[in-house]
């Protein structure tokens, strides 16, 4: 008895204080402290974006030291992993975002958030212009601003390959506006497959998704499309759910060639079970109103009557990066994106640091790589303003000699040689990449993971492996909110199903 007492007074002490700490917490999200105001004196940092490297540099970074400005046509931060969930309603759009205020009002000094695109870089006199590209604009939409640091890390844009009917037939899964865009496509296409009358052609055209791109985002908007299909297509439309089909298109011979031989045979298995049609060394080489237009592997040309295509054919550099690579004709020849320094600092130009998918280095271009870049030059800016303030010191000791008496000079040649050496062990180290391993969702409450293991690698698919998936992102929000609202939309999916309306 005494046992179940103890029991029961330590469940209730842990209840009450992890009830506080949750309160705490989210007041100190809520109402930040009083931040120090910008200083002229200090130098000014700009970063251009929002996305994976831009907020964990936000994250990382001591802005005692320094004036912060970060500019981004979204004033929010994406967490692009759980996106595939938000185009068929797994998920609702605001769970995984962040609004970048929310961090940026956390920093010890004044944070300039602008909601703006950037137009042009200019690293010969150091400004960057931008512009407001939203619906409404007031007198002034543009202006020029000087930084003494950029950091650059605009990501990149879809690659489309100049295939004909992409860019205006296709959607993509790059943006929270595309994820949008694919729900309602897809819902619309299963409205209008039960329109009464409809021909028994025109019915399997409309529930043809043709995805294209056998990377990790072909698979795993592939995948979830199946989910709702099964989870909930086959309940509320019945007599169509069976007629809907999935197609994935791969140039490649196999699909996620960055994952292991076991599991992409496990993948492709498993999207047998599910009736997902993976063909593979096959070519898109037209998108049409109602159509694709596929190159087969014996070169043969077909064409497939579709309701949609969800394109994800990969990456290209934006054409602000393009135009920033070519004010430095002789260094910057990478056709894939910024060349950077061991530091991340871009060829050519001293005072722009270069991160994430807009730059062309031996890592993959993964929010992984982004953010530990970010985090990377937090650390990187916080060694500079170390280096600075030791050389204002010493300019400083040096200019107090002339006027100083023969002991005070005495105190001011030790000072200067003490402060020589503590400038000399300002290090800036190299940038290292430490990979924590791959995952991706599959469908069917099943996820793969490539993980590094003792010099190894272990390859694990199944239930277990989506049950690590769903733990390892819900950790990796960025912020508590997010966490709570992601885990209450997993709950209220499982409890409910997918919302079917469509806005
Ligand atoms: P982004 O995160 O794309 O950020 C770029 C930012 O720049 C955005 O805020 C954008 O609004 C802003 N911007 C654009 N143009 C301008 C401009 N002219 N001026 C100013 N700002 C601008 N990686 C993983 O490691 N694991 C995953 O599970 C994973 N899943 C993914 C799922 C999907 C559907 C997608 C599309 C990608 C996924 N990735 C994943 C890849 C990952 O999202 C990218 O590698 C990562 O976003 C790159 O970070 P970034 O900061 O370079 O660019
Ligand atoms: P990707 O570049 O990895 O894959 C695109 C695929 O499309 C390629 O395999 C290519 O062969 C194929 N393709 C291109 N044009 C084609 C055509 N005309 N016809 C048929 N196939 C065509 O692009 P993805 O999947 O968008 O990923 C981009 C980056 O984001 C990658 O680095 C990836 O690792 C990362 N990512 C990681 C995820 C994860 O870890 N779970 C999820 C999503 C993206």
């Known amino acids: 008895r005494q046992f179940t007492h103890i029991l029961g007074r330590t469940t209730f002490i842990a209840i009450i204080s992890g009830t506080a700490a949750f309160l705490y917490v989210t007041q100190r999200e809520r109402h930040p402290g009083t931040q120090l105001p910008s200083d ?9 974006g929002s996305g994976w490297g831009a907020t964990s540099l936000l994250k990382t970074i001591d802005t005692t030291e320094y004036n912060l400005v970060i500019i981004s046509p979204k004033n929010y931060f994406l967490f692009t992993p ?11 759009p605001r769970s995984i975002l962040q609004p970048t205020r929310y961090l940026a009002r956390h920093k010890s000094r004044q944070v300039s958030v602008i909601e703006a695109e950037a137009k042009s870089v200019d690293p010969f006199t150091k400004t960057v212009t931008f512009e407001d590209d939203s619906e409404i604009k007031g007198n002034t939409s543009q202006t020029t601003i000087p930084y003494d640091y950029l950091v650059y890390a605009v990501g990149a844009e879809v690659q489309t390959f ?3 009917g992409v860019q205006d037939k296709a959607c993509f899964m790059k943006e929270l506006a595309d994820a949008e865009e694919l729900q309602r496509r897809f819902k619309d296409c299963i409205e209008t497959a039960a329109f009464p009358g409809q021909q028994e052609s025109e019915i399997d055209r409309l529930l043809h998704v043709v995805v294209v791109g056998g990377g990790p985002t072909g698979i795993e908007v592939s995948g979830e499309i199946h989910d709702f299909l099964e989870d909930d297509l086959k309940s509320w439309y019945p007599e169509l759910a069976g007629r809907v089909r999935i197609s994935l298109v791969e140039a490649l011979p196999s699909v996620l060639p960055m994952f292991s031989k076991q599991l992409i045979e496990y993948t492709e298995s498993t999207f047998k079970e599910s009736k997902i049609d993976v063909l593979t060394k096959t070519m898109v080489k037209e998108v049409k109103d109602n159509s694709v237009v596929l190159q087969m592997p014996d070169k043969t040309i077909k064409e497939f009557p579709c309701g949609m ?22 260094v910057q020849t990478n056709r894939r994106g910024i060349t950077v320094d061991h530091h991340l600092r871009m060829v050519g130009a001293e005072s722009i640091f270069a991160i994430g998918d807009c730059t062309s280095t031996s890592y993959a271009p993964t929010a992984q790589v982004a953010s530990q870049q970010g985090a990377y030059l937090g ?25 100083a008496s023969e002991s005070e000079q005495a105190n001011i040649a030790s000072e200067v040689e003490s402060v020589q050496n503590q400038l000399a062990k300002v290090k800036l180290r190299p940038f290292h990449y430490s990979h924590q391993g791959s995952l991706a969702y599959i469908g069917s409450d099943k996820a793969i993971a490539d993980l590094p293991f003792a ?12 049950l690590f998936w769903r733990s390892a992102y819900i950790s990796t929000l960025f912020s508590l909110r997010n966490r709570v609202l992601v885990a209450n939309d997993w709950l209220i999916t499982k409890i409910f199903g997918r919302d079917l309306s469509r806005d």
């Open 162 to 164: 100049g295939i004909p």
């Open 82 to 92: 759980l996106l595939p969930s938000v185009a068929v309603g797994t998920l609702s």
């Open 309 to 330: 295509v969800v394109w994800a054919g990969g990456n290209k550099g934006r054409k602000i990066t393009q135009d920033l690579m070519a004010q430095f004709p002789s």
């Open 379 to 403: 650390r990187v800016f916080a060694q500079l303003a170390k280096k600075d303030n030791f050389e204002k010191k010493l300019i400083e000791l040096q200019q107090a000699v002339p006027v």
């Open 40 to 48: 002229p004196s200090k130098k000014t940092i700009v970063v251009l």
């Open 455 to 466: 010099n190894g690698n272990i390859a694990t698919g199944g239930v277990m492996t989506f």
